[in-house]
């Protein structure tokens, strides 16, 4: 026969996990409900940040248009200006938007010093007699330009090459 105390005994037991259960449970909802809020905010801070990325985006570029409208603004209303002939008035302009993509953190490749293939595009060779000349930029023909680390685009250059007369 089954004690009536053991009884009892199993009955608290099994109330005590019931209720444990339902202790476990109410946690794993409220955690639910944590990460449901977490998720939420994360992502909304996602958009937020989205938003503030293009609205920098666009203030950066409506301040280089800005100077570049002022640029094309001098060069359409040059006609009876200082400028003595086109050629003049098309250096000055060049030069300004330069220096407005230079205030941006763009700058010319150098042409100076050895052949590098990673800013350097060899367009066209010229033989030189010279063996210590080889393989130098002789001629700049197209600036290269960079944005940081980041090449826009190479520098194209003409390059010494042994002449292919001479006996080395």
């Known amino acids: 026969m089954t004690n009536p105390a053991d009884i009892t005994d199993v009955h608290k037991a099994i109330e005590t996990l019931g209720s444990e259960i339902e202790q476990l449970k109410d946690l794993f909802r409220r955690r639910l409900m944590d990460d449901k809020s977490r998720a939420a905010m994360f992502e909304s801070l996602q958009d937020e940040l989205r938003m503030s990325k293009d609205q920098l985006s666009r203030r950066e570029f409506d301040g280089l248009a ?42 010319q490749v150098s042409a100076d010093g050895p052949l590098n293939p990673r800013i350097h595009e060899v367009i066209a060779t010229v033989e030189v007699d010279d063996p210590e000349s080889v393989g130098k930029i002789h001629t700049l023909n197209r600036p290269g330009y960079t944005a940081g680390d980041r090449l826009l685009r190479p520098a194209q250059v003409t390059v010494t090459v042994a002449n292919s007369g001479s006996s080395s």
């Open 66 to 107: 800005k100077e570049i409208l002022l640029v094309v603004d001098r060069l359409t209303t040059a006609g009876g200006s200082q400028y003595q002939d086109l050629q003049e008035l098309a250096l000055t302009g060049a030069d300004e938007l330069l220096e407005v993509l230079w205030r941006r953190g763009i700058e």
